[in-house]
Every structure is written in structure tokens, then in C-alpha cells.
């Protein structure tokens, strides 16, 4: 059974920083391309990062570009989200995913509240 | 980006009714998935490439529609169904969610 467990969320201030991790398990990781999705009660769930299985490729929604980095470590089977110079419209619910194909997010964590204030 | 419109926003309905949801794009897609999401849960992948259903998926959730308009429909709903249900596109980046249609079970 594919179990995604997200910890690291709290409270920090805003331009503070925090890095989300995800241990994955009942699948084999380093064979998976994955993400991180948020959602908020505003803007509902939007996309935020992808990595490739191999950790050579990542890509970035524009709101986070620059200032998040998504990572892998396929030996530990955890995912991680090293999130910098927070805002607070960052302040979400943060869910790692897997992808079954191309965007397409077939397995979900339970997610990791990270709130954003001073 | 693609902008996705759900509606309705919220479904009232009475178990073994039937409910239909529909989504709609701001372009022509080749690629929509339905998530189904419970209070306090993770969204679960239901419906993939408008028609296909996800593994462990009931018979009663089907997908349908091309181009601009899809379709859920769950064909007899169980008191479990009560939930806020999503759909997505992947044709275009970046990939975005419709705001969600909320079924309430009478």
C-alpha cells in the first residue's frame, strides 16, 4: 500500500524559512516522478513543484520560483520542499503526491499545515 | 493558464439519487482528472483522462466529456459520498483544479 507521509509544517514569520519532508513508502520511490500540491480555503488547490524519479529535472509554479527548491534523497525514500523567504500567501496545507502520468497525481499524502505570520 | 469552472458549487441530494457534476475549460483539453475530497482527507484520484477510473473505484463514479465540457456522475449515492469533488487538467501547463462542487447527502 502507497503511504506518503508529509511532516516540518508550523508557524514561521514571514521571510523566515522551512523545509517540508515526505517519506514515502510501498512503492518504489526512486521509480516515481513526484510533487507538492497546496490548497487554502481561497484559492483551493494549485500545483507547486515536480521532480523527476532521478532528482535531474524539477520545475516550479511562478509564485514559488525562486524561492522554493524541491529535492529527493531515493536512498532515504523522502521527498523534500526547502521553502525560503515565506510570504504570507504561502500559508497552506503542503501534500506531496505521485504521478502516474504527466500531472497526473495519483497518490496523496495527508499534508502538513504551514502558516505563515508574524 | 487553463481556468477550470465547476458547477454547481454545492449538490443537495438524497442517497440513491443520481448526481451530476460538471466542469468546464477555458480551452479544449485532452487530459481531465476528478479527485474526490472528505473533510480533513487528502484528495483521491477518482476519474482520470475523462473517462478512466482509478484503481478501487466504484462502479457507480463515471467520467464523460470532451473538448470544454466533462462530466462526474455518480449514479447512486451512498451516504459515503458526501464529499467536495475536483477536477483537474494536465493538457497545459501548469497544471490547475477547478474550485470544487461540494455534494451534501440528504
Known amino acids: 500500500e502507497v503511504q506518503l507521509v508529509e511532516s516540518g509544517g508550523g508557524l514561521v514569520q514571514p521571510g523566515g524559512s522551512l523545509r517540508l519532508s515526505c517519506a514515502a513508502s510501498?512503492?518504489?520511490?526512486?521509480?516515481?516522478?513526484m510533487h507538492w500540491v497546496r490548497q487554502t480555503p481561497e484559492k483551493g488547490l494549485v500545483w507547486v513543484s515536480r521532480?523527476?524519479?532521478?532528482?535531474?529535472?524539477?520545475n516550479y509554479a511562478d509564485s514559488v520560483k525562486g524561492r522554493f527548491t524541491i529535492s529527493r534523497d531515493n536512498g532515504e525514500n523522502t521527498l523534500y520542499l526547502q521553502m525560503n523567504s515565506l510570504r504570507a500567501d504561502d500559508t497552506a496545507v503542503y501534500y506531496c503526491?505521485?504521478?502516474?502520468?504527466?500531472?497526473?497525481?495519483?497518490?496523496w499524502g495527508q499534508g502538513t499545515l504551514v502558516t505563515v505570520s508574524s | 493558464e487553463i481556468v477550470l469552472t465547476q458547477s454547481p458549487a454545492t449538490l443537495s441530494l438524497s442517497p440513491g439519487e443520481r448526481a451530476t457534476l460538471s466542469c468546464r475549460a477555458s480551452?479544449?483539453?485532452?487530459?481531465l482528472a476528478w479527485y474526490q475530497q472528505k473533510p480533513g482527507q487528502a484528495p483521491r484520484l477518482l476519474i482520470y483522462?475523462?473517462?478512466n477510473r482509478a484503481t478501487g473505484i466504484p462502479a457507480r463514479f463515471s467520467g464523460s466529456g470532451f473538448g470544454t465540457d466533462f462530466t462526474l456522475t455518480i449514479s447512486s449515492l451512498e451516504p459515503e459520498d458526501s464529499a467536495v469533488y475536483y477536477c483537474?487538467?494536465?493538457?497545459?501547463?501548469?497544471?490547475?483544479f477547478g474550485q470544487g462542487t461540494k455534494v451534501e447527502i440528504k
Open positions: 483537474q487538467q494536465r493538457s497545459y501547463w501548469p497544471p490547475t
Open positions: 483522462d475523462a473517462t
Open positions: 503526491a505521485t504521478e502516474g502520468s504527466g500531472y497526473r497525481f495519483d497518490n
Open positions: 510501498g512503492f518504489t520511490f526512486s521509480t516515481y516522478w
Open positions: 521532480i523527476s524519479s532521478d532528482g535531474s529535472s524539477t
Open positions: 480551452q479544449s483539453l485532452n487530459y
